[in-house]
C-alpha cells in the first residue's frame, strides 16, 4: 500500500504571508499515461472536504490562483499564496493512482 | 446544481448491519466513479470503496474488505454502502463522493463532496 506522509502537521500563517505544505509517497505516483495521480483537499471547520487540485498541479473549478500545486513522482507540495482567513482548515493530500487510495494525515493551518 | 446527498446513518451494536445510501442529482450519475470516504471522530480522511462508473467495478480498502458492500441503481441515481459485522472502529462520519472520471482507478480528483452520514457503532 502506498503510504502519504505530510508536514508540517500544523501552520499558523499571517494573513497575506505565503505558506507550503509537503506530501511524500511511498511510492512513485506517476503513472504510464505521463499522469501524476496526487489531489489536494481542503476540510475548513465544520464542512465536508473540497477539491482543490487534481492530477498534482489542476486547480478545481472556483480555486483562486493563490493556490498552485507541484511536484515530481514521490514529492508534492501545495502552496498557498497571499494567505487569507477563509484558507483556514484541514489540508489533506491523496494518492489515487493505486488501490487502495490513501490520504495524507492532514495539515492545519490556522491563522496568527 | 450537483448534488450528493447521503442517508441511513446511525447507532447499532457491534455485530449489527447499516445500509447507507447516497442521491445523486444534477449530472449523469452511471457516467461517473463513485467513492465513500470516512472521517472518524477528531481524525483524518480514509477512503472506504469505489464503484467504477466505466465498467462497474468495486474496490475496497483492506479494512473494510468482505464486510462492506458498494453498489449503485442507475435509474434511481443512487450508491449504497452495505455494511455488515460493524465494529466499534467503523464509527464515523461517511461521505459520499463523485470522481471527475468514469473509469477508476485511478481517479483523477473527487470534485464533489455530500454532507455526509454519522455512523456510530457501540452497544
Known amino acids: 500500500d502506498i503510504v502519504m506522509t505530510q508536514s508540517p502537521l500544523s501552520l499558523p500563517v499571517t494573513p497575506g504571508e505565503s505558506a507550503s505544505i509537503s506530501c511524500r509517497s511511498s511510492q512513485s505516483l506517476l503513472n504510464s499515461n505521463g499522469y501524476i495521480y496526487l489531489d489536494w483537499y481542503l476540510q475548513k471547520p465544520g464542512q465536508s472536504p473540497q477539491l482543490l487540485i487534481y492530477l498534482n498541479s489542476n486547480r478545481a473549478s472556483g480555486v483562486p490562483d493563490r493556490f498552485s500545486g507541484r511536484g515530481s513522482g514521490t514529492d508534492f507540495t501545495l502552496r498557498i499564496s497571499r494567505v487569507e482567513a477563509e484558507d483556514v482548515g484541514v489540508y489533506y493530500c491523496m494518492q489515487a493512482l493505486q488501490i487502495p487510495y490513501s490520504f495524507g494525515q492532514g495539515t492545519k493551518l490556522d491563522i496568527k | ?123
Open chain 2, 1 to 123: 446544481e450537483v448534488q450528493l446527498l447521503e442517508s441511513g446513518g446511525g447507532l447499532v451494536q457491534p455485530g449489527g448491519s447499516l445500509r447507507l445510501s447516497c442521491a445523486a442529482s444534477g449530472f449523469t450519475f452511471s457516467s461517473y466513479a463513485m467513492s465513500w470516504v470516512r472521517q472518524a471522530p477528531g481524525k483524518g480522511l480514509e477512503w472506504v470503496s469505489i464503484f467504477s462508473g466505466g465498467n462497474s467495478r468495486t474496490y475496497y480498502a483492506d479494512s473494510v474488505k468482505g464486510r462492506f458492500t458498494i453498489s449503485r441503481d442507475s435509474s434511481r441515481n443512487t450508491l449504497d454502502l452495505q455494511m455488515n459485522n460493524l465494529r466499534a472502529e467503523d464509527t464515523a462520519v461517511y461521505y459520499c463522493v463523485k470522481d471527475r472520471h468514469s473509469f477508476a482507478p485511478p481517479s483523477g480528483g473527487m470534485d464533489v463532496w455530500g454532507r455526509g452520514t454519522t455512523v456510530t457503532v457501540s452497544s
